[in-house]
């Protein structure tokens, strides 16, 4: 790749900046008519009180007018009604303004830089009481609002539907944006424009993000605005966007939006005399820039306030893992081989992931978390012991929810695991451990004990391989109560944290067949996930991609595997094609799964010069800002161009990512985002000094990219000259 100064094209045209949010601490206030505005960077969540009913006045960039106020860009017409802010229905009755009374409210400042506003309503008619909290997080642009039932009756209240985010958008022209992809084809970006009728989304696998993620990303033409929101549940999920025709032009309704929990078989959600239940909580922002800008705030969140931190990944660690070269055929000299060469190439934790325990079929007699005595005749605290001398870190695979058909802990309790019709429920070769029990949580805890104890590991892979559906408990309507996975994951979610507690220098990583349990709840809970099972290098672009639109990219976890997901690498391709498949996965946090004892000697010094490469991005790209440059790559023919952009808090540092794919032209100029204009960068590319340049420059003119060949990569690292 190269780069010279005489490339650059200085325009004078005056550009607007990214960067970070404005430095506006979160605030709540009163405003003159017995409302609230809530803020948070720049972005306001206003809330009017007409006759004891609450609505939404306005949601978006601070200081515009409210929306009956404001026609917007092309003339809309003002909303229709009040734009009511909860919906839902309960014993069927309305959950509207108009079916609750509010009783109370309270300012909350739950901490120096996090403010937030509950409001409390009783229900006209039903013994109900709802409780809606709202937080500001510091100054990230960043909303969340979580919902408490309480059935304050004698008798059950059956919750028909009540969404944690329900909102009644402007009349105007609108496209959404959301992420759709099953197994090994996770997150891949598609808009649409929202047209008369409804579009929903609704998953019943049992977990969040096979087949779509619980996120959107809503653009109003009209207001010129962006609205995004994600939900924090790793269980089953709706999302719903419904514009009705009612006799004006379709232009001139209302937008109904709403995404929430999905209770088992679909609803209804049973509350008992006096029970409470918290609903699953929802982030949302909203932005006058674009998809990135909004991206960028629930990142920022996401960063500050929900990812637990333990110095053992700071800085990321370069992982090697045993999956790809080897499967569940494990053997310790061979092990002991890639120790050596995942040491040399200056790897930082070997993970053994699945087929460590049982004899026969470790799927099969998943729960039974001994060894191998065969593969492993002096256990795995040779294996471990030896890793260490290696100066890497150990860890290893588990997948601590399922029991499989044949292991001995499934014999010996079945009573532990997910129920229906008085039959433990099974999918495939597993049943689904019930973590809601509490001997359930205590035999998964003293397993991590062991594994601490035994083999001193400070890496914990947890998997999770079951559709475990929707369908639990007794079959009789009156019995069900439509939280039972709910209870599981709520309960799982605080297994964890209890593992991290216990033990603070444990990495824990987040997986689910790849990417399909990776959600804003269980990242509260784990410190990296697993992205994709897909590995290969051309459908890894797209995978990439899609991840850091979602999460902020220190989480997105991946692998340079090799040509194929054997853990093969073809010696013959140029080493131009080698820096394209290690630089592939350098979105996020990386790794290699290969069959690295079969490597060359200049394939190996291709390897020791990425991974020295990337253990100097892994500085910029943990707590930056992500742009995309370029729209996503095909997963199955990416062309073109791909490219991402990280840009450091201070706005010093920036990493462009750069991937020239099939018919992708020699050259390409990206103009780059984040930059501050009135600082000199020193542009390196490859690690090599190619010029310095002007954050003005960079961002007006652009950066001209060269990659001599299709499938290369570039790297292209700035500085602010002091």
Known sequence: MTICKSMLIFLLAGTAFGGGAADLRATIRSDAHNGWILETGGVEYRLAQVDGKISLAYFGPAGRPDWNASLGKHDSPAPHGEQYEIAGMAEGQGLTPDDLELV???????SADVDGLQLTYRHRRLALEIAVQYLAWGDTGVFTRQITILNKGAKPLAIESLPSLALELPAGEYDLSYLWGGWGRE??????????GERSFVDTRGRSTYGYSPWLCLHSKNLETRFLAQLAYSGNWEMNFARLPEGRPLQEENLRVSLGMRPDFGGPLRLSPGESFALPSVAFTATGGDLDDGA????RYQRRYVVPRTQTNDPLLVQFNSWYPFGDKLQVDELKRCADAAARLGAEVFVMDAGWFSGKNWEHELGDWTENPEEFPHGIQELAQYVRSKGLKFGIWVEIESLGIDSATFKAHPDWCLAYNGMPVMEGNRYHLNFALPAARQWARSVVDRLVKDYGIEWLKIDYNIDIGERFGPPQLAERQGHVLHDHLMNYYRWLDGVRAAYP??????CSSGGTRFDLGI????????????????PSVQLGYGCTVEFTPEICNHWMVGDQDNGEVSLPNPPGWWDFMFRVPMNGQFGISSRIFKWNDELMRTAAANVTLYKRLRQVIKGADAYHLTAQPSHDDPRGWSAVQ???PDR????LLAYRLENGAATRVFKLRGLDPSRTYRVDVDGEA??????ENLSLAGLPVHLDSEWRAAVIELHERE
């Open 104 to 110: 109370s409210h309270q300012e909350l400042h739950p």
């Open 187 to 196: 997150r891949q970006l598609a808009k649409e424009d929202l047209a008369a």
């Open 296 to 299: 960028n705030q629930l990142h």
């Open 505 to 510: 220098q444990l990495v824990i990583e987040n």
């Open 523 to 538: 990242i509260a809970h784990t410190h990296t996930t697993w992205l994709s099972d897909v590995v290969n290098p051309l």
């Open 646 to 648: 990280y840009v450091s």
């Open 652 to 655: 010093k540092n920036s990493v």
């Open 690 to 695: 190619a010029a310095d340049v002007s954050g």
